[in-house]
């Protein structure tokens, strides 16, 4: 939903789009995907905001979990 600058909010509306993004996202599993998808968007645009811009390709290197651990 995107709200222009003084402009009433549609109540109806938005209680129809947080229950809809509701019944997609009604397990712990399918809301952890959701904060997953947008996690390293935020964390970027947070770095940015500091001063100390890293691309997404280089934040994607630095917390990917390597798929064999040596022991």
């Known amino acids: 939903m995107n709200q222009k600058p003084n402009h009433p909010i ?23 995907a959701a904060h997953r998808k947008v996690l390293l968007e935020r964390v970027c645009q947070s770095m940015a905001f500091e001063n100390q811009p890293v691309s997404m390709d280089r934040l994607k290197t630095l917390t990917a979990t390597p798929n064999n651990e040596v022991s």
């Open 10 to 32: 549609n109540l109806a509306q938005a209680d129809a789009l947080l229950k809809r993004w509701r019944s997609r996202h009604n397990t712990p599993e399918k809301m952890a």
